[in-house]
């Protein structure tokens, strides 16, 4: 049974740093791409960053503020965001699909709780 568990978010200040964490289970995680969505209050879910086998992608509204990795012994993907703003506040999601990253949602497999993110003023 495959598992995708989400950790790491919390309330922070604009202008700081969250690391978040995703560990999937039941799986052969190495095999995977596994992406960050998240979702504000009446919006859709969006993708913000993926690690797959072509290598990490990022949303234009995080990059070069957000940093994605992944340790594959560990089954981990974690997400450095850094220099926070109050429009990053949403629940943050992590979900997985085999090899390689898609910007659709509809493409990923397994998902995780989602982990909330708020970024005060």
């Known amino acids: 049974q495959v598992q995708v568990v989400e950790s790491g978010g919390g309330l922070v200040q604009a202008g700081g740093s969250l690391r978040l964490s995703c560990t999937a289970s039941g799986l052969d995680f190495g095999a995977y791409a596994v992406g960050w969505f998240r979702q504000a209050p009446g919006k859709e879910r969006e993708g913000i960053s993926c690690a797959g086998w072509s290598g990490f992608t990022y949303a234009d509204s995080v990059q070069g503020r957000f940093t994605i990795s992944r340790d594959n012994a560990k089954n981990t993907l974690y997400l450095q965001m850094n220099s926070l703003k109050p429009e990053d506040t949403a629940i943050y999601y992590c979900?997985?699909?085999?090899?390689?990253?898609?910007?659709?949602?509809?493409?990923?497999?397994?998902w995780g709780q989602g982990t909330q993110v708020t970024v005060s003023s």
């Open positions: 979900a997985v699909r085999y090899r390689y990253c898609s910007g659709s949602r509809r493409d990923y497999s397994y």
